[in-house]
């Protein structure tokens, strides 16, 4: 069975522009979870996605954003970039939502912001 | 603020040693996770605890929850280069998904 697949791998970027992200889970996993992870803050939560629905959101501001498609895919959008932008951003897929489903991470997408 | 404190921040030991992760906190998690990341990768799940008190093993990994359900540790006994890679821990406060994430122990196991 295929892993958690993200596109692209790797971006570069000038602050003001915008980004999506890609994130395919693993076939018959519902749930999409994202989080951003830096040197110094570590892994931060951004938003999960189960069923189309956004079910839990971080304390992230309005320039993030999500969608989750029917095929359970999902993207994440990142407006107006800011240089603290920069981060590896990663996906988790899980079969279902409770707090002990296993998540299983991909490999993430690395933003640099000039 | 850093829910999750992890020590130590880095470690470099030789093939055969054993070691201990630590992961504290003043909160009270329901469950506290822990994973390993490898360079390009994202995090692997090792284990899931639980209970309070609780100790399971993987191999030559042990892992260990605190009573109080706030501390957690790792040991690992005859390391192999093989356990290279940043372990994390990562614990939920109540019944959401919004896992909280520990900085890491960066551990470098040489031969």
């Known amino acids: ?61 309005g320039r993030f954003s999500g969608r989750q498609f029917s095929n359970s895919r999902s993207e994440m959008n990142v407006s107006t970039l800011e240089l603290g932008d920069s981060a590896l951003y990663l996906c988790a897929s899980s079969l279902g939502a409770g707090p002990l489903e296993t998540q299983y991470f991909g490999p993430g997408t690395r933003l640099l912001v000039l | 603020t850093q829910l999750l404190e992890q020590s130590p921040q880095f470690l470099s030991i030789q093939e055969g040693e054993n070691l201990t992760v630590y992961c504290n906190s ?56 093989g356990d ?3 372990y994390l821990c990562a614990g939920f406060t109540g019944n959401n998904r919004k896992l909280i994430w520990g900085l890491g122990t960066s551990l470098a196991v040489n031969p």
Do not use: M
Request: some cysteine.
């Open chain 2, 84 to 86: 290279t890679g940043l």
């Open chain 2, 26 to 81: 003043s909160s009270v998690f329901s469950s506290l996770q822990w994973y390993r990341q490898e360079p390009g990768e994202g995090p692997v799940l090792l284990v899931t605890v639980v209970t309070g008190g609780e100790v399971k093993k993987l191999k030559r990994l042990t892992f260990q929850f605190g009573d109080a359900r706030k501390d957690s540790s790792l040991h690992i006994t005859a390391a192999q280069p």
């Open chain 1, 1 to 61: 069975k295929a892993g958690v697949t993200q596109t692209p791998r790797y971006l570069i970027k000038t602050r003001g522009q915008q980004v999506t992200l890609s994130c395919s889970p693993i076939s018959g996993h519902r749930s999409v979870s994202w989080y951003q992870q830096t040197p110094g803050q570590g892994l931060q939560f951004l938003f999960e996605y189960f069923s189309e629905t956004q079910r839990n959101k971080g304390n992230f501001p």
